[in-house]
Structure formats: C-alpha cells, structure tokens
C-alpha cells in the first residue's frame, strides 16, 4: 500500500489556512484560495460550506469588490494560550518534526507562533526523536498512523533476541519511551497486547482486514509495567573470589 497522507488531514490543514488567510487578510477570492492550496474552485467553496456549518460566519460578496471574509467583529480566541505555554507547544511540535515525513512541517508552527520573539525563544529548545536510520522510521510511523485510522491490521517481521517472526496486529498507539519507538497493539499470535519495537519491525505492511477496536485497559496504555524498573538477580561465585 502507498505511504501517503490522509485525505482528512489534508483538508484540516486546508481548512486552518483558510481561516488564517481570512483573519490576516480580511477579504480573499476563491480563486485565490484554489491557487495557494492547489485544489479546484469547487473543492474551496465546499470548505467554506464546512466552516459555515462549524459555526464560523462566512461571508461571500458578488462584484468587483466582491469576495470571501469572516464577517466583521468576530475572530478566534487567541488568548487562550500564554506566551509560556505557546513556547512548550511550538517546541514539541517541532520535536514531532523530528520523526515527520510531511513536505510542510513548519505549516501548523507559523500559525501558532504569534510573534517572532516567541518563535525566537522556542528555538532555545531542541528536542530530536529521530535516529540515524531516520528515514525508515518515519516511513513506519506514518504507516501505523494511517493504519491506526482506518482501523486495519498491519503484518511485519519482527526480529528478536531468539530470531526472526512473523506477527500480524492491530494497531492501537505508536508511543516514545524508554528513548526508543513502539507500537502499542493486540499480537493475534499471542492473544493479547504487546509492545513492538520500531527499530525491530520490518517489511511492514497494512492488510485489509479491518478490526473492531478493543478496550485498551489503563495499564496496558501507561506502558509502566511493560519493561520492569528492578529485576531480581541471584548470583552465585566461589568463596574464594
């Protein structure tokens, strides 16, 4: 199956830039709209109808002065966020950059960042998940999602400690812990829920069967008992070590 970005995604994306435009420039065109996101007149005018049924008051005006706006006195709430916590948001945004595959990453952080002083001091934190076999990873993870989504199980070969096996699972959670990439499914082959690693998992690929979603228990989704913190150990050496 290709590796692509959802149709969905793409219109929230569409739909967030239109309401940027909107707000920044008071009056656009449809035209002008189709042009900077590379879709069709008709695909604009039914994302418009979108907004409106979200309860965003658009306005379309025939004639030479004519055009598309958000009727006058209502905007976002933009205070909903202080500086501080913008600066954590734009700083993990940035640390998921790290693992995208998206063409645009930097889309959704230009319209969080509200000035460059804010940008500025987000910058002062670095955070990268990926690794140095960066590529692949990202390929995987973009993978999972999309199998996540549409509810399918995914099939791959899973190298281990004892060898080499196949395993075929439903999909639930890809997660970041203990500094490493996993998949949080149900393992059909052993009937229950398991944690496989990214850097382990290859030939990976979504199947068509589609899967009806269990109930994730809340110590299975807090990972904590996945890998131990201590392991008792009984050593045994010669009396005169």
């Known amino acids: 199956i290709a590796i692509r970005k959802r149709a969905g995604d793409m219109k929230i994306d569409r739909l967030m830039g239109i309401i940027t435009i909107l707000l920044q420039n008071g009056k656009t065109t449809a035209p002008y709209l189709a042009e900077r996101f590379e879709v069709s007149r008709r695909t604009i005018l039914r994302d418009l109808d979108t907004l409106c049924q979200a309860g965003i008051p658009i306005i379309t005006e025939q004639g030479g002065r004519g055009g598309i706006s958000i009727m006058e006195g209502y905007q976002l709430d933009r205070s909903l ?60 993870i973009s993978l999972i999602k999309e199998a996540i989504t549409s509810r399918r199980l995914i099939f791959f070969d899973y190298y281990y400690r004892k060898g080499q096996v196949k395993r075929k699972v439903e999909p639930y959670f890809v997660v970041f812990k203990w500094t490493a990439w996993y998949v949080l499914g149900w393992c059909t082959e052993r009937a ?48 005169s070590v």
């Open 81 to 140: 966020l202080t500086a501080d916590e913008l600066q954590r948001l734009i700083a993990g945004l940035k640390s998921i950059n790290s693992v995208s595959k998206e063409s645009k990453p930097d889309s959704l952080l230009l319209k969080l960042a509200p000035n460059k002083t804010i940008a500025a001091l987000a910058d002062c934190i670095m955070i990268d998940l990926s690794s140095h076999y960066r590529d692949s990873l990202s390929e995987k």
């Open 192 to 239: 229950d829920f398991r944690l496989f690693k990214l850097n382990r998992l290859w030939d990976l690929s979504i199947t068509d069967e589609v899967f009806m979603p269990r109930e994730v228990p809340l110590e299975t989704i807090s990972l904590d008992n996945a890998l131990p913190d201590q392991n008792k150990i009984e050593i045994l050496f010669d009396r």
